[in-house]
Structures are given as C-alpha cells and as structure tokens.
C-alpha cells in the first residue's frame, strides 16, 4: 500500500484545514486508515482513525470535537478536517494503514505510512 498525504500548511489559531491521504497499491490489504502525528521532541501519537467498511470512527480525546475523519471509499482517500486549531497542533501529520479492524492507537498497530505532511498553527 503507498499513501499520499497532503494539505498541511501554516494556519492562525482558531483556523481550519483540511489534510488527505490517498491509497493506492494493494488497498485491499488495509482495514483501517488513521491519522497521527509528531511534535519535534516527542514521541508519534495517534489522532484519529476509520475503517474502510462501516466507516467507524475512533479519535484521541485531545482531538474530540474538532477534528472529523471521514472517507471517500470510491477515491481510496481518506480525510482529517481540523478545525479551531491551536499551536499545540503544530506538528508534521502522517496517514498509515492498518490491516486490523479494530487496531489499539499505537503506531505499531499500522504497517505501511504516508510521507508526512507539516502543519503549523500561530498564535
């Protein structure tokens, strides 16, 4: 599976954007897409995530009500709308695939990865 992701940007606080990742390759080997990301200096985190079939959905409470993942099953891409961003968002956003139904939010739990995409909030 190889993932594209983009979208990020340099947005002020209390701003939106919208990232994407489009799959391609052997999609049928991925269950679950989610997105995570890393601040310099810190450990990679889960944000969110959601399956292929049914849609469901699963976020980091850090995220709850402001970001959305949604997908476009027909286009194999996948969708994160921030919204009222904050500078603790700032960080370089990755899309990964998981081949589980139900993966933990640990990166460990995704085999293939997007090539990472910066998004910076100003306050």
């Known amino acids: 599976v190889q993932l594209q992701a983009y979208g990020g940007g340099l947005v002020q606080a209390g701003g939106s954007l919208r990232l994407s990742c489009t799959a391609s390759g052997r999609t049928f080997d991925s269950a679950v897409m989610g997105w995570f990301r890393q601040a310099p200096g810190k450990e990679r985190e889960f944000v969110a995530h959601?399956?292929?079939?049914?849609?469901?959905?699963y976020y980091a409470d850090c995220v709850k009500g402001r970001f959305t993942i949604s997908r476009d099953y027909a286009k194999n891409t996948v969708y994160l709308q921030m919204n009222s961003l904050t500078p603790e968002d700032t960080a370089v956003y990755y899309c990964?695939?998981?081949?589980?139904?139900?993966?933990?939010?640990?990166?460990?739990?995704?085999?293939?990865w997007g090539q990472g995409t910066q998004v910076t909030v100003s306050s």
């Open positions: 990964a695939s998981s081949p589980y139904r139900r993966p933990s939010p640990s990166p460990n739990q995704y085999d293939y």
């Open positions: 959601i399956n292929w079939i049914g849609g469901s959905t």
